[in-house]
């Protein structure tokens, strides 16, 4: 569902469908590595709300971990003093709700805790705040680190992610019908709520993918989650930068 780009202000989904809330923040996803496993659609669907759907491909759901940077982050027309950047780190699945489809986050975890407070009060989103450390590595590998505590004090640690990657190939564009498009080319979330359903929306170019080397040294993301574990391979993609736009979530009435 690739979105097509009119004006700065105007963007219209490749599905047919526009976006639906008023896009009034804009940011630049960098250093973004795409994780995805197949898994078993019955043993995955008991964790999704029934409000939604769990989509299948191939026989296979699917769970992706998604660490990457955000720059730039802020309302639009803003000034550059007043944005933010943090690194985040993203466990989801895909679903469908009303036809339309979208992104079910089972964790967001953010390096800002200003923002995973925020972000927290203001939205039904299952975020955390996490410890990450972002940097390069001597073979210009992307080092991403993650650590959340369920208690400073305690020590306990809920959920560790820490990768090496890089980009291993040219940069290409999805075609609509290949998993990589059914993967990573969707522009909404949706996350249950009292008497209704939260959704929100992001717009922008293709992603730029590009085939990844990765190395996962540690990830108890599913089980911090409650999840499966999957058992089959990873298919794994690179994205280096893209600007994009997002709305404020908003709530639909079931």
Same mark, same amino acid.
């Given at each position: 569902?690739?979105?097509?780009?009119?004006?700065?202000?105007? /963007?219209?989904?490749?599905?047919?469908?526009? =976006?639906?809330?008023?896009?009034?923040?804009?940011?630049? /996803?960098?250093?973004?590595?795409?994780?995805? /496993? =197949? @898994?078993?659609?019955?043993?995955?669907? =008991?964790?999704?709300?029934?409000?939604?759907? %769990?989509?299948?491909?191939?026989?296979?759901?699917?769970?992706?971990?998604?660490? +990457?940077?955000?720059?730039?982050?802020?309302?639009?027309?803003?000034?550059?003093?007043?944005?933010?950047?943090?690194?985040?780190?993203?466990?989801?699945?895909?679903?469908?709700?009303?036809?339309?489809?979208?992104?079910?986050? +089972?964790?967001?975890?953010?390096?800002?805790?200003?923002?995973?407070?925020? %972000?927290?009060?203001?939205?039904?989103?299952?975020?955390?705040?996490?410890?990450?450390?972002?940097?390069?590595?001597?073979?210009?590998? @992307?080092?991403?680190?993650?650590?959340?505590?369920?208690?400073?004090?305690?020590?306990?640690?809920?959920?560790?992610?820490?990768?090496?990657?890089?980009?291993?190939?040219?940069?290409?564009?999805?075609?609509?019908?290949?998993?990589?498009?059914?993967?990573?080319?969707?522009?909404? +979330?949706?996350?249950?709520?009292?008497?209704?359903?939260?959704?929100?929306?992001?717009?922008?170019?293709? /992603?730029?993918?590009?085939?990844?080397? @990765?190395?996962?040294?540690?990830?108890?993301? +599913?089980?911090?989650?409650?999840?499966?574990?999957?058992?089959?391979?990873?298919?794994?993609?690179?994205?280096?930068?893209?600007?994009?736009?997002?709305?404020?979530?908003?709530?639909?009435?079931?």
């Amino acid at each position: 569902m690739n979105a097509q780009r009119t004006d700065p202000f105007r /963007w219209s989904f490749a599905d047919g469908s526009s =976006p639906k809330a008023p896009h009034v923040a804009s940011m630049t /996803w960098r250093d973004g590595l795409f994780v995805h /496993w =197949p @898994v078993d659609p019955d043993e995955l669907r =008991p964790h999704v709300p029934g409000e939604v759907t %769990l989509e299948t491909r191939d026989g296979h759901a699917w769970l992706s971990v998604l660490p +990457f940077v955000l720059t730039n982050v802020g309302f639009r027309g803003t000034p550059s003093i007043t944005r933010l950047a943090f690194s985040e780190l993203n466990v989801r699945t895909y679903v469908r709700y009303r036809g339309d489809p979208g992104l079910f986050f +089972f964790s967001i975890d953010i390096g800002n805790s200003f923002v995973a407070a925020t %972000l927290g009060r203001t939205t039904r989103l299952p975020i955390y705040r996490a410890k990450m450390r972002v940097g390069a590595t001597d073979e210009n590998h @992307v080092a991403f680190e993650s650590e959340r505590r369920s208690s400073e004090s305690a020590g306990d640690t809920t959920a560790r992610f820490a990768a090496t990657y890089r980009p291993d190939g040219p940069v290409v564009t999805a075609e609509s019908d290949t998993l990589a498009h059914w993967l990573t080319a969707r522009r909404r +979330f949706y996350a249950p709520e009292a008497n209704g359903i939260l959704t929100g929306e992001i717009a922008h170019d293709p /992603w730029p993918l590009q085939p990844a080397e @990765v190395a996962i040294h540690e990830n108890t993301m +599913f089980d911090a989650n409650r999840l499966p574990t999957p058992t089959g391979d990873p298919v794994a993609h690179y994205a280096d930068e893209l600007s994009m736009t997002g709305s404020i979530p908003r709530r639909i009435e079931t």
